[in-house]
């Protein structure tokens, strides 16, 4: 729970549809301009989704340059944006990691490289950093 919460990567924005029951604001990013995620979010009738369209991780930095943010979702291009990712969000104090498993090797490294009493994580899936610990 918290005000606002930062999502990197959208897709259908069924994500950001769960994490606006948590959230007073759900602010969300993608390279993908799907326009499925607007007839989801107008459909269910949610108010506090914005997503925003961006090109690359510069305009991405520039959306989280002008926030301010209490949480992130992390689930974008594991790949080759986890650090950069990780980078941009770790301020807010909380993050949590989409696809934390060894398949996502940068993600499995990463949250086995923060301090174990501020992750939690049963092995799969999600891990949640809180670094106000």
């Not at 995620?37 to 510069?58: E, F, P, S």
């Not at 992750?119 to 106000?132: F, Y």
Request: aromatic letters at 10%.
């Amino acid at each position: 729970q918290g005000g606002v919460c930062f999502e990197i990567g959208t897709w259908n924005a069924l994500t950001s549809v769960v994490l606006s029951r948590h959230f007073d604001q759900v602010v969300t990013v993608d390279i993908f301009h799907n326009a499925a995620k607007h007839a989801i979010i107008d459909h269910l009738g949610i108010r506090n989704i914005k997503c925003v369209d961006i090109a690359d991780n510069v305009q991405k930095a520039a959306v989280v340059k002008d926030l301010h943010f209490d949480f992130a979702y992390m689930d974008g291009n594991h790949a080759d944006d986890t650090d950069l990712d990780w980078n941009l969000v770790k301020g807010c104090g909380r993050v949590l990691f989409h696809e934390a498993w060894p398949h996502q090797e940068k993600v499995w490294r990463l949250i086995h490289s923060l301090p174990p009493h501020q992750v939690a994580h049963n092995g799969m899936g999600l891990a949640l950093w809180d670094g106000r610990k």
